[in-house]
């Protein structure tokens, strides 16, 4: 029963901040503005967390990845036209990434005022329409169906975005409705099996090619079935290499890993088996010369989509259902006929020398240092922390090009939901967005983590303001700015250069991040040689875990080599 306050009638936000409650959101992301003052005010009253940010597009991408994280749908409230469209970046972004999010904006949408050219005036219902899945309008008397519409749309699978128009008139006006108590089951999304005649004819695939090499792919879309996907690899010797956002899924330390040999564990596959990723650039669409030309892949996924895409070849043998179900029924049928299946699966002795010899040069790049007066670079300042780190009690945020696929390969994943980058759209500016929302679903993740944002300084400058938002909710966030004053790489500074004649790469020379930190109301260090990055991290380690406090360390890195920028994935390995 919704717990709403007694009579006849109420006021219109007061029974939609009574569903959302009843709905269990109690945080909700945004920023206010005239109409949604009053609305947000009185969600802080009914007890109902509101995290207002300093702009829509930083708190879209904190909502969406709260929604990943917990599980549930995340809520945003912004103003509407120039505030929806700045928050339509998290709206791109949780699309794309298939994570829960329910956007509510406030509307000047009035019949009377329509076409009249009124107050920030926007069709945001017709804007939004084609592009999330749901997207309803209040009135008077349908807030029950367009809040569950909204939600449930949301949680189902493939899970995605709602969008819902609230306009002003009915906030303003104090507009009151029928009090409408009733019966309301909070949906749960639905989980269906695999067609079971598909899951025989995968099991007797790889019986019969036993001789041939299998590769298991993670990607975040499975990053609810560790568990089982666990056992499923152990069970029978599958290899296994995660997405840059499956990274923990199952701990980077496994043996059966062999992230460090990726292109020619994807090279010499014969059949793959894709948990909850798909064939997107960042699995080179699933063709040559990445693969080989004769790859069967076995998608298993909830999302029609994800499964057919740029697989002709082996569509029908994609498995689509819910993945923990697909894992057991696909143990099942593996089991059935295992007396007459001689396995030979395990990482072979060509990945382990590959995987040894990558692991050693990864060492050496490490094991060089700062003397001479040289500035620090990205694999000794990685070196540094994780040696200081308690990587199973940390959350890991990266963003910026080489920062944060460097990142990759220095910070082991040890288990899931520890880690966000820029995922599927290799977003720049998510980083603090997501910091922030990794620190308040804490709750959710059962524990009270470190959270690390590590940013390149031209992915940090996409959302600086937010040190202040950290700051004032006390979120305790270290934040490292990786500075080499560039975009992917910096220049040497010279005076004799006008500056309208500098690559389009560079930033300022050393720029002071920290002091930006300081006057945002966080500790500040400037970084120039390890003992300087060993006493800051220290230090906000401990005014993190004790004060709750914010810190922002500006480390300063060599500007890199100049060479030719273009887009690397599809030529070298990233992971």
């Known amino acids: 029963m919704v717990d709403l306050p007694k009579g006849d009638t109420i006021e219109i936000t007061e029974y939609f901040i009574g569903l959302l409650k009843y709905y269990e959101i109690d945080t909700v992301f945004g920023i206010v503005g005239i109409p949604i003052v009053e609305l947000a005010n009185s969600m802080i009253t009914h007890g109902i967390k509101f995290i207002s940010c300093r702009n829509e597009q930083a708190a879209s991408y904190a909502a969406s990845a709260y929604g990943f994280l917990t599980g549930k749908p995340a809520v945003l409230l912004v103003v509407g036209g120039p505030g929806l469209i700045h928050a339509l ?64 749309s949301a949680i189902q699978p493939p899970t995605g975005v709602s969008y819902i128009d609230f306009p002003e008139h009915l906030i303003s006006n104090n507009v009151r ?57 152990h069970k029978y010797q599958f290899p296994f290499l995660p997405t840059p956002m499956g990274k923990g899924i199952i701990s980077d330390m496994d043996p059966l890993n062999v992230s460090s040999a990726r292109s020619s564990a994807l090279s010499k596959s014969d059949i793959v088996l894709v948990f909850g990723a798909r064939l997107n650039w960042l699995l080179h669409f699933g063709k040559p010369p990445k693969w080989k030309s004769t790859v069967k892949f076995i998608l298993c996924d909830n999302d029609p989509h994800a499964i057919g895409n740029n697989n002709m070849q082996s569509i029908n043998y994609s498995l689509l259902g819910d993945i923990g179900l697909i894992i057991n029924e696909l143990t099942e049928e593996l089991d059935r006929v295992e007396n007459e299946w001689g396995r030979k699966y395990g990482v072979t002795k060509e990945l382990r020398s590959e995987i040894l010899k990558n692991q050693f040069k990864l060492q050496e790049k490490e094991s060089r240092s700062n003397t001479n007066g040289a500035l620090l670079n990205y694999h000794v300042v990685y070196r540094t922390l994780r040696e200081m780190l308690d990587l199973k009690n940390t959350f890991l945020v990266t963003e910026g090009a080489n920062t944060m696929d460097i990142a990759r390969i220095s910070f082991p994943s040890l288990k899931p939901k520890q880690r966000l980058d820029a995922g599927t759209n290799a977003t720049m500016g998510v980083g603090l967005g997501y910091g922030i929302a990794a620190r308040l679903s804490q709750d959710y993740m059962k524990s009270k983590p470190d959270i690390l944002v590590i940013q390149g300084d031209s992915a940090f400058g996409f ?35 006008s500056p309208y ?41 401990n005014s993190a875990r004790t004060s709750s406090e914010t810190s922002v360390i500006n480390v300063i890195i060599e500007p890199g080599k100049q060479r030719q920028i273009s887009f690397g994935w599809q030529n070298k390995s990233k992971l």
Request: glycine share 8%; with cysteine.
């Open 89 to 152: 970046a998290g709206v791109y972004n949780s699309t794309s990434n298939k994570w829960p999010l329910i956007v509510i904006a406030g509307s000047n949408h009035d019949e009377i005022q329509e076409n009249l050219g009124g107050f920030q005036d926007l069709d945001q219902v017709s804007l939004l329409k084609d592009k999330v899945k749901y997207c309803g309008r209040l009135n008077g008397s349908n807030i029950n169906s367009v809040w569950y519409n909204a939600y449930n």
């Open 177 to 233: 409705v029928p009090n409408m108590k009733q019966n309301i089951s909070i949906p749960r999304a639905i989980k269906s099996s695999a067609d079971p005649l598909v899951t025989k004819e995968v099991a007797q695939l790889l019986r019969r090619n036993s001789d041939q090499n299998v590769l298991v792919i993670i990607g975040k879309g499975a990053v609810n079935y560790s568990k089982g996907l666990s056992a499923f690899i």
């Open 463 to 497: 959302s600086a303001i937010e040190i202040e938002t950290a700051v004032r909710f006390k979120l305790g966030l270290i934040i490292i700015v990786i500075n080499n004053s560039g975009i992917y790489h910096g220049t040497e500074q010279s005076k004799k250069i």
């Open 501 to 541: 004649s500098f690559p389009a790469t560079k930033l300022s020379q050393k720029c002071r991040y920290d002091l930006l930190g300081i006057g945002l109301g966080a500790h500040g260090y400037l970084v120039e040689n390890i003992k300087q990055l060993q006493t800051a991290f220290e230090r906000s380690l």
